[in-house]
């Protein structure tokens, strides 16, 4: 009996251990992985907006009857900070491609003024103009470089409201108004998820608006045409389903784990995007005698050239070198520029790094023709401080699209010998000028 008992035993071993070796040869099914949390780009959404703004305005006086009084210049500039707030709605043609519509109120200062003192006439006089309200209504079109960030273009209409006064006491002038000026505005950016439906976004606008007559008591009719060029950040939420759930997980055809470039090692790119600038003159001779400001707007092309440095899992550092050969109008310059500047960034994804940076400009000043030559300001090299910002995003593990925005402001340029109505006279110089750009950035070394 034993026997039997202990034969019985070793079969069954026997068949446990064969269906145990049999079950390890069979292929082993991959558990099934979650959908990718991806952000929720279709819907509507709404958001508040802040930045800086410089335009360039262009006065026409006729000359006929008054030769003495005709004028014609495109150099008036003004400035100053701008915000309000947004709304829109997004729609995905595809899994890469969006279009939408936008639209957005805002308030700004963004202002114009000169005061010229009594020894030119008697009490003196200020003219001034300031932007203080605008409206827009802009269609965009946008690409998906990763899951959470897109790259856009956008533009559509544009209203806004300048206010200006015209005070010359001797001549018992006296005179303020308002009028609303339509145009059209262009644009682009880059906008990146945060956390949940909240993102972020830094987008540079221009408007370019109808030519307008404005009739004064100072000057009678005067034909005006505006342009201004607003840098701004935004914050957006967006309405629909929270990332990860069914109704928004990725269902397109990308690899799930995306670029990963090293954010390590040297770069090179180039860049191109809309600038605007003022130049701030006072007179050293002639107190009070102040012009706020000489303006000018352009495109910029220029070349990139870095270092990063990945110091944490999500940080990265470097510093940077860019190079635009300037930008000039019909009567004002600003000579080639150079910056150098130091980066910080943090990786709101391994693919998508969101910086700030700082540093040292350097640009050359230059008059062309002030109302014909009545000033006219030698070439001077000046050095000053830029500060800014911007989203990068992988499209390869190797190849980066930005958006950036730069601020830059030169030291002031003291006792500039200038030619006034041919008489030598003393001035100081107060230069900022800002861009938006769009780069294509190459990272060197291994991924």
């Given at each position: 009996m034993a026997d039997i008992r202990i034969a019985a035993g070793s079969v069954a071993l026997s068949v446990l251990f064969a269906g145990l070796a049999s079950a390890a040869d069979m292929p082993v099914k991959a558990v099934p992985k979650a959908p990718v949390p991806v952000p929720a780009w279709e819907g509507f959404y709404v958001g508040g907006h802040v930045g800086y703004g410089f335009g360039v305005s262009r006065f026409d006086r006729d000359q006929t009857g008054a030769a003495a009084n005709g004028f014609s210049t495109d150099f008036l500039s003004n400035h100053g900070i701008a915000g309000g707030a947004l709304a829109?709605?997004?729609?995905?043609?595809?899994?890469?491609?969006?279009?939408?519509?936008?639209?957005?109120?805002?308030?700004?200062?963004?202002?114009?003024?000169?005061?010229?003192?009594?020894?030119?006439?008697?009490?003196?006089?200020?003219?001034?103009?300031?932007?203080?309200?605008?409206?827009?209504?802009?269609?965009?079109?946008?690409?998906?470089?990763?899951?959470?960030?897109?790259?856009?273009?956008?533009?559509?209409?544009?209203?806004?409201?300048?206010?200006?006064?015209?005070?010359?006491?001797?001549?018992?002038?006296?005179?303020?108004?308002?009028?609303?000026?339509?145009?059209?505005?262009?644009?682009?950016?880059?906008?990146?998820?945060?956390?949940?439906?909240?993102?972020?976004?830094?987008?540079?606008?221009?408007?370019?608006?109808?030519?307008?007559?404005?009739?004064?008591?100072?000057?009678?009719?005067?034909?005006?045409?505006?342009?201004?060029?607003?840098?701004?950040?935004?914050?957006?939420?967006r309405f629909g389903q929270p990332p990860g759930s069914q109704a928004n997980s990725w269902a397109g055809s990308w690899d799930s784990a995306g670029p990963a470039p090293s954010w390590t090692g040297f770069y090179g790119g180039a860049a191109v995007g809309p600038g605007a600038g003022s130049t701030k003159v006072d007179s050293v001779d002639i107190p009070g005698l102040s012009f706020n400001g000489f303006g000018l707007a352009g495109v910029i092309p220029a070349g990139l050239f870095g270092y990063n440095l990945r110091v944490a899992e999500r940080v990265v550092a470097g510093v940077e070198s860019e190079i635009?050969?300037?930008?000039?109008?019909?009567?004002?310059?600003?000579?080639?520029?150079?910056?150098?500047?130091?980066?910080?960034?943090?990786?709101?994804?391994?693919?998508?790094?969101?910086?700030?940076?700082?540093?040292?400009?350097?640009?050359?000043?230059?008059?062309?023709?002030?109302?014909?030559?009545?000033?006219?300001?030698?070439?001077?090299?000046?050095?000053?401080?830029?500060?800014?910002?911007?989203?990068?995003?992988?499209?390869?593990?190797?190849?980066?699209?930005?958006?950036?925005?730069?601020?830059?402001?030169?030291?002031?340029?003291?006792?500039?010998?200038?030619?006034?109505?041919?008489?030598?006279?003393?001035?100081?110089?107060?230069?900022?000028?800002?861009y938006g750009e769009v780069a294509l950035v190459y990272l060197f070394g291994a991924p």
């Amino acid at each position: 009996m034993a026997d039997i008992r202990i034969a019985a035993g070793s079969v069954a071993l026997s068949v446990l251990f064969a269906g145990l070796a049999s079950a390890a040869d069979m292929p082993v099914k991959a558990v099934p992985k979650a959908p990718v949390p991806v952000p929720a780009w279709e819907g509507f959404y709404v958001g508040g907006h802040v930045g800086y703004g410089f335009g360039v305005s262009r006065f026409d006086r006729d000359q006929t009857g008054a030769a003495a009084n005709g004028f014609s210049t495109d150099f008036l500039s003004n400035h100053g900070i701008a915000g309000g707030a947004l709304a829109g709605y997004n729609h995905l043609l595809t899994s890469r491609v969006l279009i939408g519509l936008e639209g957005d109120v805002g308030w700004s200062d963004i202002t114009f003024r000169t005061d010229v003192p009594d020894i030119f006439i008697p009490n003196g006089g200020t003219t001034k103009f300031d932007i203080k309200m605008s409206y827009a209504a802009r269609a965009r079109l946008g690409f998906l470089l990763t899951p959470e960030t897109l790259l856009f273009a956008t533009g559509g209409w544009v209203r806004s409201k300048y206010e200006y006064l015209f005070d010359v006491p001797n001549l018992a002038i006296s005179e303020s108004g308002s009028r609303w000026l339509d145009g059209w505005q262009v644009g682009a950016g880059m906008e990146t998820s945060l956390y949940g439906n909240w993102g972020a976004r830094l987008e540079y606008l221009h408007s370019f608006y109808k030519a307008d007559t404005l009739i004064t008591q100072a000057m009678g009719p005067v034909q005006t045409k505006e342009s201004v060029g607003v840098g701004r950040v935004a914050l957006i939420y967006r309405f629909g389903q929270p990332p990860g759930s069914q109704a928004n997980s990725w269902a397109g055809s990308w690899d799930s784990a995306g670029p990963a470039p090293s954010w390590t090692g040297f770069y090179g790119g180039a860049a191109v995007g809309p600038g605007a600038g003022s130049t701030k003159v006072d007179s050293v001779d002639i107190p009070g005698l102040s012009f706020n400001g000489f303006g000018l707007a352009g495109v910029i092309p220029a070349g990139l050239f870095g270092y990063n440095l990945r110091v944490a899992e999500r940080v990265v550092a470097g510093v940077e070198s860019e190079i635009a050969p300037g930008v000039s109008t019909t009567e004002f310059k600003l000579e080639p520029i150079v910056a150098v500047r130091g980066r910080l960034g943090y990786l709101v994804t391994p693919a998508n790094l969101a910086y700030v940076s700082a540093g040292w400009v350097s640009t050359g000043i230059k008059t062309q023709t002030i109302i014909n030559n009545i000033v006219t300001i030698p070439s001077q090299r000046v050095n000053g401080f830029q500060v800014g910002g911007g989203i990068e995003s992988a499209i390869t593990d190797h190849w980066l699209a930005r958006f950036a925005y730069q601020y830059s402001a030169a030291r002031a340029l003291d006792n500039i010998v200038a030619d006034f109505k041919g008489t030598p006279a003393t001035f100081q110089a107060y230069t900022r000028w800002h861009y938006g750009e769009v780069a294509l950035v190459y990272l060197f070394g291994a991924p």
